[in-house]
C-alpha cells in the first residue's frame, strides 16, 4: 500500500480563499484523523471519522472550516475563507478500527496563507 | 482529560552517547502509548507502541521503551545515538473511545552533536 496520500503538499494563497486540502487513506481503515500542526500548539486534533462519519469535531477551530468524507477512500478539509493564522501544516492520518492499533500518517500539507 | 507532557523541548547529546526523552501521561484507563518520530517537513513515522504485556517494548532503529504505570510515564531510550537520529520525537496516547485517536505530547526536538 502507498501509505495515506495527502494533497497538495504545499499550499500558498490569499487570505479571504477557500483552500481544500485532500487525503486518501490507507485502504481497509475504518478511523480517519485531521490534525493541525504549529509551532504555537503543537499538534491538535481538529476532526475525527469513523466509517465515513464525523465522530468529533471539537476540535474544528470555527465555522470557516469544513471536513467531508464522502467515502471510504477519500476526505477533504476545507478553509473558507482562509485566514493568515490558519497557516500551518495539515496532516491527515487513518487507522485501523479498534484498540491496539496505531495511526498512520501522510506526508501534510503545509499551508501558507498571505 | 487525557495529556501528555514531554518535559524537555530541546536535546542534545554526542553521537554514540545514549539517550533517554521523557514522557509523562496523565489517562483514566489503561493507556495505549505511541512514540513517533518526525524529520524536518516530514511526517511522523511510529517508532514504537505499548498495548499490554510486557512493559519494555522495542521499536525501530534500535529505540525502546518502557511503560510505568506508578509513574505515568513512557520514557524512550535508546544506547547509542546516531546523527541521523535527529529530529523530533513526539509521545502520544490513544483514546480508545474516540478510535484510539492521538494526543499529542509538544516534542523533543534532538540535536546530535559530533
Known amino acids: 500500500d502507498a501509505g495515506v496520500i495527502q494533497s497538495p503538499r504545499h499550499e500558498v494563497t490569499e487570505m479571504g480563499q477557500e483552500v481544500t486540502l485532500r487525503c486518501k487513506p490507507i485502504s481497509g481503515h475504518n478511523s480517519l484523523f485531521w490534525y493541525r500542526q504549529t509551532m504555537m500548539r503543537g499538534l491538535e486534533l481538529l476532526i475525527y471519522?469513523?466509517?465515513?462519519?464525523?465522530?468529533?469535531d471539537s476540535g474544528m477551530p470555527e465555522d470557516r472550516f469544513s471536513a467531508k468524507m464522502p467515502n471510504a477512500s477519500f476526505s477533504t478539509l476545507k478553509i473558507q475563507p482562509s485566514e493568515p493564522r490558519d497557516s500551518a501544516v495539515y496532516f491527515c492520518a487513518s487507522s485501523p478500527t479498534g484498540g491496539g492499533t496505531e495511526a498512520f500518517f501522510g506526508q501534510g500539507t503545509r499551508l501558507t496563507v498571505v | 482529560a487525557q495529556s501528555v507532557t514531554q518535559p524537555d523541548i530541546h536535546i542534545t547529546v554526542s553521537e554514540g552517547a545514549s539517550l533517554e526523552l521523557r514522557c509523562n501521561y496523565s489517562y483514566g484507563a489503561t493507556p495505549y502509548l505511541f512514540w513517533y518520530v518526525q524529520s524536518p517537513g516530514q511526517g511522523l513515522q511510529l517508532l514504537l507502541k505499548?498495548?499490554?504485556?510486557?512493559?519494555l517494548v522495542q521499536g525501530i532503529k534500535g529505540f525502546e521503551a518502557e511503560f510505568k504505570r506508578s509513574q505515568s510515564s513512557f520514557n524512550l531510550r535508546k544506547p547509542s545515538v546516531h546523527w541521523s537520529d535527529a529530529a523530533e520525537y513526539f509521545c502520544a496516547v490513544g483514546v480508545r473511545e474516540y478510535g484510539n485517536k492521538l494526543v499529542f505530547g509538544a516534542g523533543t526536538i534532538l540535536r546530535v552533536k559530533s
Open positions: 471519522f469513523n466509517n465515513n462519519v464525523p465522530i468529533d
Open positions: 505499548y498495548f499490554s504485556g510486557d512493559t
